[in-house]
């Protein structure tokens, strides 16, 4: 078990202000363990990053909706992600980890507590592949419920299961540029194959986790041309999120230089609109 950094305390304001009611699409609430204890097979756990933090980030950072992004080592207990929704008086929706036990009357529920989406890990330092048959169940009951699949994802996982991923009959969200390797370029297999899968209309990219892209380290700015080419694959189906507080980074980044850095991958304050406002609005339902 290992204990995983705390986030920079000392956010920068950014340069760059968000347009009104841009949404963080991709951030965390992690305990407090008191009271939503972490699972108790999590491969890591966190510092507590609690409901209070996330909105202290926000209004650092000007933003007014986000999604909170419930994390593995929460395992299928939503209540922490559920209770940061409750809270936050409409501005928040979330995504699940479930597992077999979850029945319709659970789905009804994170439904109602605004939940739109399920998650499933692949990534090899969190456990690996999920079950896929758990996987391919959830699938045919979010197409019930009109909610989408996020996938976090090793970037090799895209090119061994691209032929599955392409036959996925929902909207699809591919967590951190796919996780693919600044250093190995933009020419890299697993890029353009995710590049491949943004001509399809339901995938959907967050180019969020430049600091877990780069090669560099910070700025983490060798990240910027991939999120400028997903981007410009496909500007209606691309979010954006802090990954706020940061779980299992090498090198901690300031959530006021990731917002800087939204501006360089997308520089036009229509597409920044775009991205921060109208994409979360439409997928994850906000007014």
Known sequence: MKTTAAPDPNTKTPRFRPP???CDAHCHIFGPAAKFPFAPDA???????PFEGLQLLHKKLGIERAVIVHASCHGSDMRATL?????SGGKYRGTAIIDESYSEKDFQKMQDGG???VRFNFVQHLG???????FHRTVARLK?????LILHLDAQDLVELREMFMKIPV?????????????????????KVLLDFMRHQNTWVKVCGAERVSSKGPPFDDAVPFAQALIAAAPDRILWGTDWPHPNVKVMPNDGDLVDLFALMAPEPELQRRILVDNPARLYGFE
């Open 115 to 117: 939940i739109r989406g």
């Open 83 to 87: 209770d940061g929704i409750a809270r």
């Open 43 to 49: 491969s890591y756990h966190p510092p507590d990053s």
């Open 171 to 191: 909207p699809m969200v591919i967590d951190h540029m796919g996780r693919v390797v600044a250093a190995k370029g933009l020419q890299q297999e697993p890029f």
């Open 144 to 148: 019930e419920m009109n909610w989408h």
């Open 128 to 134: 690996g592949r999920p079950d896929m048959a758990l």
């Open 20 to 22: 009104p009611l841009a």
